[in-house]
């Protein structure tokens, strides 16, 4: 990982993010299909695409995970990500490939924003089935 700087400033309702573990609380009237494992770790955020209407400068950040599921991934992040954005997350010698479906304000320097899943790669498991090949 580069050596990027963390910008998020966690709202006071976030106080105990980094205590909380394990699956997430479903609502009355949520319409999930899988459950939701929360992460705590930074990652590595790089945007594949932007919107041609919003170019950036900054296009490589740390984010923090927050939660993951079998389809999705929620993560903080220090700027606004937009709807049909798509980003590489390294973290954990693992590689997820998103596209930003959410993102809202939680404060200046903190935005929760929801990503579908498009692909997931384990750096170490691709080592060791690599060194299996090559022998």
Known sequence: MKSLELKIKLPPELKNFFSETGYTDSTLFESRKNGRL?????????????LPALPRKETEFLVLIKD???RGICLLAHKQLFPEES????FNSRIIE???????????KCF??????????NLEADADANEEWTG
């Open 38 to 50: 929360r992460i705590r770790a930074a990652g590595e955020l790089v945007l594949s695409k932007n």
């Open 87 to 90: 980003f590489s997350l390294n």
């Open 112 to 121: 929760e924003c929801g990503a579908e899943i498009t692909s997931f790669r």
């Open 68 to 70: 993951v599921s079998q």
């Open 98 to 108: 998103a596209r930003i479906v959410r993102c809202r304000r939680l404060n200046e």
